[in-house]
């Protein structure tokens, strides 16, 4: 096969990045070596097409609105490298990845290197990888080598399976409400970001496509004979500007990315509690009233709460929705009400939305002063669809606008008593291309920068909340962005659809999310559209939902029904039993809160993450572990009460938390399934902390600690590290935290238990309590004081 030649030549190389241009001149190509195992590949015709970027932000929690240089490498450590130029090829090495570049077309092969020898992880396909010249079409492509033996992960948040190999997606924004979690493409988010693992060589890379425009990621979707098996990625505009990130392992790739892109804001404590939410309460005429009587329900039902999601109802002028208004029919008295919410202990999350419909009251003021997004010409308005009625979209690469919005934020609702911005319908679905943006005083078409929108909104209403009270933690919830969303926000997959399936597949949509660097995630509960949950859907949902970072019953049902905790009387004490198991173990996901902020460590994550030698775990299945130690097999089947799982091979097996039966890992297991749990395995070794108070609606924010040991059968040592502090506001930051470090020691006779803490944070709690299983025989040790064995297994002792 005779190919195409674009012969590329080296110009330079200086500050880690080589240069090489066309022969003719009209493209040139940079390779930044950032890290030991990233390195990044930049084509440019003539310039830039975008020389911001605002996705980019190396273990930063914000970067400035009007973005970073492009070109700016000085968050990276630049390593020493080699590099040489022969036989028409340029070869680069650091410590971990060789790249070996065809001058002919820039085609790659990249290599991890490793116990003295060399991989091939990753080629770009032999005819023709790059769009150079336009020879392909329309804006930038990259084609590469697809192999039979490769899974792909991540893309974000889309549907189907947790391996994306064979499908083919659009990474696009849209408001997909009622979709199928299965099939439905696009969806909310723009995430140009996947993992490719080998399942012969063991080795995995993630490569992330570092442009805003809509895009076409096929995973092996399409074949043509001419070029062998490929997958490819093709944008509708903007630069091909990419970086390859070495594993070797899945996590690794995944904890690098999210560095990469920015730390995962630590959010207060109450952020990861039960969250009430219904659009039904705000469209009501009597909003105020049936939002008290959320309250006293919750009460009387004695189901926790901390939060409530304050729907776009209560903005309404007749059957429309304006963002900043206050309807005072529906809530005559908003700061009283929110004042009545917190001193029950609940916090509001108020939902606000990009657009204001043309019949809007300050509509014509943000016209006069363009604060909107600009039709192609940047001379009027762009109008759009938005909900039931014409619109325009707030343009947040105006400054003026986005200090309007921080303005309103403050005024209409910070000042009201509000906690939190719900920064909802965001997509931005804006279809000509050519309408125009500030861009920060330099117009750019909105097809280029789209998701940049959603991200600039709730860096926006960041700004806001931070500024108000500058030592409280901001609280934000964002439903559309991409990568470098979680520097500000908590996010879910959007207005799903009741059924069995979402459940299913939303798990998959979590792991996908997670394992792109978006880790503060959930989903409705019950289902948002389509008819109310039957009785053992519901329970089934709450039972997956409380494992879930986010953790929200929201609905807008067809039938006119509201989901709510005490929606089936027959099965309220399972779903009130269910939300205190969450209070219950909040310690344990408010430690995985904040080594995602610290340490870059998902909180969701698939059974393969922790587990990746055992390649079993790898088959599709739907149990997901929260954290490193919880293993969650959630019932995604109508009538099914027990549950089959496959134990990850370990060397200290596992529990099962509620029969408190130990297993071999490795294995198939088949355990019960009742309503009135989720199923849950513990790896062996474990350590989980709890708040041992008696929960209740009243007493969720008082503390206890207790810790429930899961001691292996033989020689083991493990310790867990607690995080502690104030959970609310932001003195942790000037060293006011505690860290209450256990270490757990066993052989096949005794169980040593040593207790200790440090730091400047005082404890809520002055004793502890440890739970052994109840099979367990064996003496223990605590600090150095031999306790005689109880029938409970329960062992208090002073925390000094």
């Known amino acids: 096969m005779i190919l195409r030649k ?21 493209t040139y190509a940079k390779v930044f070596v950032l890290e030991e195992d990233i390195i990044r590949v930049l084509f440019v015709e003539e310039e830039l097409k975008l020389d911001k970027t605002w996705l980019v932000a190396p273990g930063l929690d914000d970067i400035p609105r009007e973005g970073r240089e492009r070109l700016d490498l000085s968050p990276f450590s630049l390593p020493k490298f080699d590099y040489k130029i022969e036989n028409d090829q340029c070869i680069i090495k650091t410590s971990k990845i060789k790249v070996v570049f065809e001058l002919d077309g820039m085609k790659a092969t990249w290599y991890a290197k490793g116990n003295n020898e060399e991989v091939v992880f990753a080629k770009d396909r032999k005819t023709q990888a790059y769009n150079i010249n336009d020879s392909l079409g329309n804006g930038p492509y990259h084609y590469l080598e697809r192999s039979l033996e490769e899974q792909y992960f991540g893309l974000g948040e889309k549907s189907g399976n947790t391996d994306k190999y064979g499908r083919r997606y659009r990474m696009m924004s849209v408001d997909p409400m009622g979709y199928d979690a299965e099939h439905t493409d696009p969806l909310y988010k723009h995430i140009p970001f996947y993992i490719t693992r080998n399942n012969k060589s063991e080795v995995a890379f993630g490569i992330f496509y570092d442009n805003l425009s809509t895009s076409i990621f096929d995973m092996g979707n399409e074949l043509d004979n001419y070029h062998g098996y490929y997958r490819y990625y093709n944008a509708e505009d903007g630069d091909l500007d990419y970086y390859i990130i070495l594993g070797p392992q899945v996590k690794d790739v995944t904890e690098k990315f999210s560095w990469l892109t920015g730390n995962t804001i630590f959010g207060p404590k109450w952020s990861i509690g039960y969250s009430g939410s219904t659009m039904t309460y705000t469209d009501a005429p009597n909003a105020q009233e049936q939002l008290q009587q959320f309250i006293e329900d919750c009460e009387v039902n004695d189901v926790p709460c901390d939060s409530f999601q304050l729907s776009s109802g209560y903005t309404s002028i007749g059957n429309k929705r304006y963002v900043f208004n206050w309807n005072y029919d529906k809530v005559p008295t908003p700061k009283e009400m929110a004042k009545s919410f917190l001193d029950k202990g609940l916090r509001l999350c108020a939902n606000i939305k990009p657009a204001l419909l043309i019949d809007h009251p300050m509509f014509k003021d943000l016209e006069d002063n363009q604060m909107f997004v600009m039709d192609k010409e940047g001379n009027k308005t762009e109008i759009a669809q938005f909900w039931d009625e014409l619109g325009a979209y707030v343009d947040f690469t105006n400054p003026k606008a986005y200090d309007w919005w921080k303005e309103q934020v403050t005024e209409k609702l910070l000042e009201y008593g509000i906690d939190s911005t719900w920064n909802d319908n965001n997509e931005y679905e804006i279809w000509d291309g050519e309408a125009k943006a500030n861009g920060f005083g330099k117009a750019m078409n909105i097809s280029q920068i789209r998701p940049l929108q959603p991200l600039l909104m709730m860096k926006a209403s960041y700004e806001a909340q931070k500024e108000y009270a500058p030592n409280i933690r901001p609280y934000l919830i964002s439903r559309s962005g991409c990568p470098g969303m979680q520097r500000y926000v908590q996010t879910w997959s959007g207005d799903n ?4 399936k979402s ?18 995630i959930g989903h409705d509960v019950g289902g948002f559209a389509g008819d109310a949950p039957d009785p053992e859907l519901f329970v089934r949902w709450v039972q997956n939902g409380i494992f879930h970072p986010r953790f929200t019953i929201h609905s807008w ?15 309220t004490p399972f779903i009130r039993n269910l939300i205190k198991f969450r209070t219950k173990i909040t310690p344990y996901i408010y430690n995985l809160l904040y080594k995602a902020n610290t340490n870059y460590e ?20 739907d149990e997901f572990m929260l ?22 091979k370990n060397e200290l097996g596992w529990y099962d938390y509620h029969t408190q039966l ?12 009742p309503l009135e749990y989720t199923p849950l395995l513990i790896k062996a070794g474990a350590i989980i902390p709890i708040n041992d108070n008696e929960i209740t609606f009243k007493t969720k924010n008082d503390e206890q600690r207790g810790f429930q040991l899961f001691p292996c059968k033989g020689n083991d040592e493990s310790t867990y590290e607690l995080y502690e502090d104030d959970g609310y506001t932001n003195d942790y930051m000037n060293g006011m935290y505690t860290t209450v470090k256990v270490n757990m020691s066993t052989d096949k006779e005794t169980i040593k238990i040593n207790i200790t803490k440090e730091g400047q944070y005082t404890l809520p709690y002055k004793e502890v309590r440890f739970y052994l299983p109840k099979s367990e025989k064996r003496n223990i040790t605590i600090n150095g004081k031999d306790y005689a064995s109880n029938n409970e297994q329960v062992y208090e002792m002073k925390l000094d």
């Open 6 to 26: 674009y012969p590329f030549q080296f110009v330079s190389e200086e500050n880690n990045t080589l240069e090489f241009k066309l022969e003719d001149g009209s």
């Open 497 to 500: 659809r009741t059924s069995w």
């Open 503 to 520: 459940i299913k597949y939303n798990i998959k949509m979590g792991i996908g999310l997670s394992l792109s660097g978006v880790y503060n």
């Open 557 to 571: 049902n067809d039938d006119a029904t509201v989901n709510v905790p005490w929606m089936y009387p027959e099965v």
């Open 602 to 621: 998902p909180m969701i994550r698939p059974t393969f993450y922790d587990f990746e030698n055992d390649n079993n775990t790898f088959e599709e299945n």
């Open 627 to 648: 954290g490193s130690d919880m293993l969650v097999a959630s019932i995604v089947k109508e009538g099914q009460f027990e549950r089959s799982v496959y134990l990850p």
């Open 662 to 673: 130990w297993y071999e890992g490795g294995q198939n297991i088949t355990i019960p399934a």
